[in-house]
């Protein structure tokens, strides 16, 4: 009703439009009548008692121009004149209710787009997204046809004909009216089990219609996995196999329609047999005259045509019905896809977290490889031997420092919808003002999660995330409370959208000049790339930027993130598909900014020259402190990740490159085989 409003008057026109217009169609069998008896009197159909039968519809017909029809031609006149009007009226209503459909389900779609884009992370997580795009465009469609099918062509058009038809009837002889509403009750019941039961097979439709939209969307944009593998065959049959799903139970809803159809028309049928039977006798016994009795039995047909019109309606109804709910599915959360449904959990269990902590042993062991099981086996044994993180001094810590660029985690636990285990547990870590702090730590053990709930993509199922002092607000629209306190990201998959480069860069600020992109893209080093593209800053990049390179998106991804000079940046691997001179090139860059940096890197490179290093494993905080306090932890994780011959492995960047390195641990480095290409495990 909310989406409906903005058109009411389109809406109070249709319906006036409509009203009139059935009023023009239900004078057509009055006047029919009128043309009969009208021949009639004048011989044309002579008979015993002819002159005495009456016709009680007579004078019920508009008059012409003022004066009561007296000529064959007034009266062909006045029945063309209502044929002419309602065909008008119906051409107007047709058009009325389309465009309201239209104006309907184009808002609907704005709206639920809007609400699709303020849900959090956790509710994509467990959304699928053929299931969403269906909702948003298929379901929408349904309802929007519904709407101006219901409001202009069938639904409620052939409801008020069949009520104007039933009161005329009645009007001319109760008797043949109670024959009509007879049947009318027996009908309604039909037609509403119609309704009931084709939205349950709609809806069930639908489901399986959005899953096999779900499962072809997925296998065709890894349509390269699918043929490397060469499993184009088993794809295609399992989507058969959906797709056969669906046609079972279009099966069932055509034949179910068909049986309801049949039916309805039978019991018309059988009244239309009564009518005639009744209204003929009347005749005979000169009751009514040939006129009434045809004007009755077009009124009739009006009903019976009406009825299997409202029949399909209500048919179409359901549908909606169906289309309905899944539409609102999305708007009201369901218990799993709330996050607020975990978080009430969480607070219910809050007592017991402690306890929990201290008994569960990190969930993510079975996630790594050997050397990560080796660092996660060994956190709890280390974890009291973290360094302790520089302790923001109390102004910072309440905010009232006037710098922007804090960043506070206070004891945050978070775990993902339907998980067991914590992927964030008892996480507390503070980014002072144009700090650099870098999360390392073993696959799984939390880290691009935490940037998530920085991000404001999922909110903490307890404990706060403070950035500048002020708690980030959990009823926020995804992400809108990073933005607001000026933080941008590049995430760990560089993701573009299809448009031009220079849309790429700009992305979170369209607006912006054609100077700044340029400035932001130099400091990215993607000027030098993209200038080479066929169209400089205007080429297309191609639906998820297939046109680039891993390395290129990386760097427009990054330029995208420069462009709004953030006062807090979180980077998660942002330089793990770059070549070592960009990589170089960039962490200079990213390393001359004034912002507060929360870097999640592999290369230590990158890591080394950060303010804090974080080890965290198993959702927490397990060492902290610089790369030198943490390379002098003896037996820790960080001083293991650096020297270990396995997990050496993952060190892809040399420590050398490191304009640091002469100092005491770089040249140490330097000197291990080993530690020559190290990484930070990912
Ligand atoms: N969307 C999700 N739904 C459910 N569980 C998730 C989701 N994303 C991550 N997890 C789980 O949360 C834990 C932490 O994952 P996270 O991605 O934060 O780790 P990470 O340290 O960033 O790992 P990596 O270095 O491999 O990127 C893992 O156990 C992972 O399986």
Not at 582 to 597: P, Q, V
Request: proline share 4%; with cysteine; aromatic share 6%.
């Amino acid at each position: 009703m909310e989406t409906l409003r903005p058109d009411w008057p389109l809406l109070l026109l249709t319906t006036v439009v409509l009203v009139a217009t059935i009023a023009f169609t239900l004078c057509f069998p009055l006047v029919i009548g009128e043309v009969f008896d009208l021949v009639r009197a004048n011989g044309g159909l002579a008979g015993e008692g002819a002159a005495a039968a009456i016709n009680p519809f007579a004078g019920l017909a508009p008059a012409t121009a003022g004066a009561p029809p007296t000529s064959f031609t007034a009266v062909m006149l006045k029945l063309s004149a209502c044929l002419v009007l309602s065909a008008t009226g119906n051409a107007m209503v047709s058009w009325c209710s389309s465009l309201l459909g239209e104006r309907f389900g184009h808002r609907l779609r704005g709206w639920l787009m809007g609400t699709l884009m303020a849900r959090d992370q956790a509710f994509f997580d467990a959304a699928s997204k053929g299931d969403l795009l269906s909702r948003l465009t298929l379901d929408v469609t349904v309802l929007q046809n519904t709407l101006a099918d219901f409001i202009g062509q069938r639904g409620f058009r052939s409801m008020f004909e069949v009520v104007g038809a039933l009161a005329m009837i009645a009007l001319q002889q109760p008797l043949l009216a109670f024959v009509t509403l007879f049947i009318t009750p027996a009908l309604s019941r039909l037609l509403r089990a119609v309704v009931v039961r084709s939205s349950a097979i709609i809806y069930q439709r639908q489901q399986v219609a959005a899953k096999a939209l779900d499962f072809a969307s997925e296998r065709l944009s890894q349509v390269q996995t699918v043929q490397v593998f060469a499993q184009e065959e088993r794809e295609t049959g399992a989507f058969r196999d959906l797709s056969a799903c669906g046609y079972d139970m279009a099966q069932r809803y055509a034949f179910f329609q068909g049986i309801v159809e049949g039916a309805g028309r039978l019991a018309v049928n059988v009244g239309t047999v009564a009518l005639l039977g009744l209204g003929g006798m009347l005749v005979i016994q000169n009751r009514i005259s040939v006129g009434a009795l045809l004007a009755v039995n077009v009124f009739n047909l009006f009903i019976s045509v009406g009825l299997s019109s409202v029949a399909a309606s209500l048919g179409e109804l359901g549908k909606a019905v169906g289309a309905l709910e899944r539409v609102a599915e999305l708007v009201v959360p369901t218990a799993a896809a709330a996050p607020a449904a975990d978080s009430a959990n969480a607070v219910a269990s809050s007592n017991s977290i402690s306890s929990e902590t201290r008994a569960a042993a990190p969930s993510h062991s079975s996630s790594g490889d050997s050397g990560e099981q080796a660092l996660v086996a060994g956190i709890s044994g280390v974890a009291a031997r973290a360094l302790e993180m520089p302790t923001p001094n109390s102004t910072n810590g309440s905010g009232s420092s006037g710098q922007g660029g804090q960043v506070e985690f206070r004891d945050v636990w978070f775990r993902y919808p339907g998980a067991e285990d914590w992927a964030v547990k008892n996480f507390s870590l503070t980014l002072l003002p144009g700090q650099t702090v870098a999360l390392v730590g073993p696959s799984g053990g939390g880290k691009s999660t935490i940037a998530a709930l920085l991000l404001g993509l999922y909110h903490p199922l307890q404990g706060t995330i403070l950035v500048n002092g002020q708690p980030l607000d959990p009823e926020d629209q995804a992400g809108g409370s990073a933005a607001a306190v000026g933080m941008a990201a590049v995430l760990q998959q560089a993701m573009l959208m299809s448009g031009s480069v220079r849309e790429q860069i700009s992305y979170g600020k369209p607006d912006a000049a054609i100077e700044e992109v340029l400035e932001a893209a130099s400091a990215a080093h993607a000027d030098k790339f993209v200038r080479q593209l066929p169209n400089g800053y205007e080429t297309e990049v191609g639906e998820r930027g297939h046109a680039l390179s891993g390395g290129q998106k990386q760097r427009l991804a990054i330029a995208r993130a420069l462009l709004l000079h953030p006062t807090i940046l979180v980077l998660d691997e942002v330089t793990s598909s770059l070549d070592v001179t960009s990589e170089r090139y960039i962490s200079d860059t990213l390393r001359s900014l004034a912002a507060t940096k929360l870097i999640i890197a592999h290369r230590l490179s990158t890591v080394r020259r950060a303010d804090v290093i974080a080890v965290v494993a198993g959702g927490m905080v397990v060492e902290q402190g610089s790369h030198h306090d943490l390379l002098r932890l003896e037996g820790g994780i960080y001083q293991r990740l650096v020297n270990t011959a396995d997990l050496g492995a993952f060190w892809v960047h040399s420590g050398a490159s490191d304009s640091s390195g002469s100092d005491e641990e770089g040249g140490k480095q330097q000197q291990e085989p080993d530690a020559a290409a190290e990484a930070v495990p990912a």
